[in-house]
């Protein structure tokens, strides 16, 4: 992950045309015309042998006649060519390039390299950084860049457009032109050969001139990279997706139910819903969110108020809203009371509110007001229908005051066109996202729904769930270990029972045996009735075979019938071999609810975990959700959420509802085996009883395959590094250095609270009373990919875990440079525990490359001065007035 030299790229101060030309149509006459056109505000160099001069400008017939470096290079030039340019250009100091050619992976040299590989091998030594090839180019309105063969320019704005379509790139230009949108950065990523979604999010993210980050994804090639590129944006600024391609014809030939539910465009959701982005479906929708989240105020619940003059525009919105999965909001009794006194007698008593379409302006502004003021309301959607009683501009006017003044997110439809235009843009300027329909602006509600959603499972901190009975998973370990050495793929039912309880999953009683006769002894030996299942390694599904019989209650009807199966099997499947046969107790649970909870290996992604309804017809309901690993409680009590079952996991009549702690405990157990057992590509437990007792896993099935190294790449998302807990000892008593987890919140908040203000204000250089839940949740929740905050931690007599003190860095997407912090409880401070962590945050630092590691300080904050000293930084005044500057270079 990089966003090295991607400031020539996108702030250049000159640019050559490589393959300028004024041939009519060709690519480069009209990137050399765009670049023009548009007014670029440095230094052009058009290059090519066969002109003199070319738009006016003096034309140079290579690289080295230049008469200087260019920042960036566009090169429109053949495939052949393209390598040596990009060696030319980088001997010579440029530092990014354009590469618009296509059909660099098709066309090799006489060795067989593609031209692709070539020129990624011709920019590496100068670090040159490649936007391409086969791409349409870019534009930086701004700065009057248009290094494109794009049909249209693109005026300045405020949003980045990232495709990797050069169709949809052409047609959204043309698109936004005629709605006036503008744009920071427009970028045709091409092949994404270097330069690809991850490096271009993590440069957009702490661009100045960009508040809002679009994207049209096609595929994704690095999942870990993109990932945390996007989770870091999405804290920040709203990142919005269209994903192409929702309907995939993959995973047909998957050995489990899992593996043919995961489908691609699911798992592009989970990892859009995971990173805190926003997915839409069609460019207009795309637009309109951008206008609905730039404009969104912190939502406190989703629960919306309808304010109509007109009682058929609000029971349109309400349908839309309902339909949407969207929430009315119920009004007190107190809101009606004070309604029922403002409005006349045949108002609608109930939300939509309509007010009826003779209201005067004042009724309008009584009743927002009263709105405002109900706690049950999230937020307004206001309707209008112009009459010709009341002029809209007036409605418009008297209203405005009372929104500004709110801190509740209002919305605006105002129906019609003309009539209502002045009214549109007089809450525009104040900030109200405004839509032409009720259905529009409910969607645009909507919108802000599933944003915050989706920002919430960013920022959340969540409670720590039970780690008992998490069993022996060194037993797990060595099953897996003994299937792969046997050259199996596929675990028998029994051994993946084995590898649940292992992990604590609840299994039924299941016993081994090789014989019928063998089987009635162990079913006797259990108690009747009991289950029995066919054991071989070439049957997937055990019922395809008749190889599952339910409450036998004898040993004479448990062999007969395990004879009859290995009967049928030699009759369908005269190939398969016979493992043998499970006998288990039958789970008696009248009030259970079948579901599944699976494991399936995305070729991008990586694992991810499903969960929705089970049984025998799972691919016919089809009602499941998918989450990317790892999951915490909320994170597993979130997946729950987002199927249909889940409402059957309440009460209802005389069931009690189901244990939602125990179904969200065993996703996590199955998240925890992901991360342990590198080796699992699939898995299933099917059924999954559950009810107000618990969980019990009936069915199981397991697929294993060899891999190389510790297989942590393999997931999208970088899982907690035990790997670097230590322990150590601290004056006479054991402590515990660890990096940070999202379940150290609560003991987070408690060492806040015992720091001394001006110990905060050491730290933060401000002063602050309290950590707010998303200060809380930034604090704990990291991305252990780009950042790491070691906690000093000690168990107390109760058992609880109390932190003692913190160190924490953060690199630069190239890892070159890392800024410090640290600060110890206040009670604690000189007694070496800042500098234990400090040592540790610098040996982290050294493992992973990273070469230098700063900070800053107060100039009168001595202790960590010293401690910085003492450690070797060279300090120095900072240009900040009042602080010191702290470095330290690394020999990793």
């Known amino acids: 992950m990089t966003v090295r030299n991607l400031n020539y790229l996108f702030h250049p101060k000159s640019v050559a045309i490589i393959g300028a030309s004024s041939k009519p149509r060709g690519v480069g006459t009209t990137v050399l015309e765009n670049v023009v056109h548009a007014g670029f505000h440095g230094e052009i160099y058009p290059v090519n042998p066969k002109y003199e001069t070319l738009c006016g400008l003096r034309t140079y017939p290579d690289v080295a006649s230049l008469p200087c470096v260019p920042d960036l290079a566009v090169i429109c030039t053949p495939p052949a060519s393209v390598p040596e340019l990009i060696h030319q250009l980088g001997e010579r100091g440029t530092r990014a390039a354009i590469v618009l050619t296509a059909g660099l992976s098709t066309h090799r040299d006489w060795r067989g390299k593609t031209m692709k590989e070539l020129m990624l091998a011709a920019a590496k030594p100068y670090l040159l950084r490649i936007l391409g090839p086969n791409c349409v180019g870019m534009l930086v309105p701004a700065i009057g860049l248009n290094a494109s063969f794009a049909h249209i320019d693109a005026a300045p704005g405020k949003i980045a457009f990232v495709s990797q379509s050069g169709a949809m790139v052409t047609g ?227 209203l405005a005051p009372i929104v500004q003044q709110s801190h509740r997110n209002l919305l605006a439809c105002w129906l019609g066109g003309d009539s209502v235009a002045a009214a549109r843009r007089t809450f525009a300027d104040i900030g109200v996202p405004t839509y032409d329909t009720p259905e529009k602006a409910v969607g645009g509600f909507m919108q802000m729904v599933r944003y915050q959603r989706n920002q919430q499972l960013l920022m959340e901190v969540p409670s720590a769930i039970s780690q008992a009975h998490l069993g022996d998973k060194k037993t797990a370990r060595a099953i897996i270990d003994q299937v792969i050495a046997d050259g199996r793929e596929l675990l028998s039912e029994w051994e993946a029972k084995q590898v649940l309880a292992a992990y604590g999953v609840p299994i039924v009683e299941t016993r081994r045996v090789t014989d019928p006769v063998a089987a009635g002894r162990e079913a006797r030996d259990i108690g009747f009735p009991v289950a029995l299942k066919i054991l071989s390694p070439d049957i997937t599904h055990k019922s395809d075979v008749g190889g599952v019989v339910l409450d036998l209650e004898s040993a004479e009807a448990v062999t007969a019938a395990a004879e009859r199966m290995h009967a049928r099997l030699c009759e369908l499947y005269p190939d398969a071999r016979l493992a043998g046969f499970t006998v288990q107790a039958m789970a008696r649970r009248p009030e259970g609810r079948e579901l599944i909870v699976g494991v399936a290996t995305d070729p991008v992604f990586g694992p991810v975990i499903l969960f929705g309804q089970g049984g025998i017809a799972v691919e016919v309901t089809a009602d499941r959700a998918i989450a990317l690993p790892p999951l915490n409680g909320v994170l597993a009590r979130e997946l729950i959420s987002r199927t249909r079952i889940a409402r059957l996991l309440g009460g209802y009549r005389n069931r009690r509802p189901a244990d939602i702690e125990a179904i969200s405990r065993t996703l996590v157990q199955v998240s925890d085996m992901v991360i342990d057992l590198p080796e699992l590509r699939e898995l299933d437990i099917n059924p999954l009883f559950a009810d107000a007792d618990g969980v019990i896993a009936l069915d199981a099935r397991i697929c294993v395959r060899p891999i190389k190294g510790d297989g942590l790449e393999r997931l999208a998302i970088r899982p907690y590094p035990a790997d670097l807990e230590e322990w150590v000892q601290w004056r006479g008593s054991d402590l515990l250095l660890r990096p940070i987890r999202p379940e150290d919140g609560a003991a987070h908040v408690a060492f806040f609270n015992a720091l001394d203000p001006e110990d905060v204000r050491y730290r933060m250089f401000i002063r602050m009373r309290e950590l707010s839940p998303s200060q809380l949740a930034r604090l704990t929740q990291i991305d252990y990919d780009r950042e790491m905050a070691f906690i000093a931690t000690r168990r107390l007599a109760t058992g609880a875990w109390e932190t003692l003190g913190v160190a924490r860095v953060v690199a630069d997407p190239d890892n070159v440079e890392a800024e410090f912090a640290v600060i110890v409880r206040s ?55 009042g602080t010191m500057f702290m470095k330290l270079e690394l020999r990793p």
Not at 194 to 203: C, K, L, M, P, R
Not at 308 to 333: C, H, W
Not at 852 to 880: C, D, K, Q, W
Request: net charge negative.
């Open 172 to 398: 959204v230009l043309d698109w936004a032109k005629s709605r006036n949108i503008g744009f920071s950065k427009f970028i045709s990523l091409g092949d994404s050969a270097d330069v690809d979604f991850g490096d271009v999010i993590d440069y957009l993210a702490s661009d100045p001139d960009t508040q809002a980050i679009l994207l049209y994804i096609e595929a994704v090639s690095s999942a870990r990279k993109f990932m945390s590129a996007a989770r870091a944006a999405a804290r920040s600024k709203p990142t919005l997706v269209i994903k192409a391609g929702r309907v995939a014809e993959g995973a047909k030939a998957a050995t489990s139910h899992t593996g043919a539910l995961a489908g691609a465009d699911d798992v592009y959701d989970a990892a859009i819903r995971r990173a805190g982005m926003l997915r839409v479906y069609s460019t207009e929708e795309l637009f309109d969110a951008v206008e609905t989240l730039a404009r969104l105020r912190p939502l406190c619940g989703e629960r919306l108020a309808i304010l109509t003059n007109g009682g058929g525009p609000g029971v349109m919105a309400t349908d839309t809203l309902i339909s949407s999965g969207g929430k009315l909001a119920p009004l007190s009794a107190a809101t009606l009371d004070r309604l029922n006194g403002v409005l006349p007698d045949n108002w609608s008593k109930a939300n939509p509110i309509d007010i009826v379409g003779d209201a005067p302006p004042e009724r309008y502004a009584q009743t927002l007001q009263i709105l405002l003021g109900d706690k049950n309301v999230d937020a307004i959607l206001f309707i209008h229908a112009p009459t010709a009683i009341v002029p809209s501009l007036e409605i418009a006017a008297i």
């Open 827 to 881: 009670d604690l401070k000189g007694q070496g525990l800042g500098y234990a962590l400090m040592k540790k945050l610098i040996a982290y630092c050294t493992s992973r490359g990273t070469q230098r590691v700063v900070g800053e300080a107060l100039s009168y904050n001595h202790g960590i001065l010293n401690m910085a000293s003492t450690l070797g930084f060279e300090i120095s005044p900072s240009a900040e007035s």
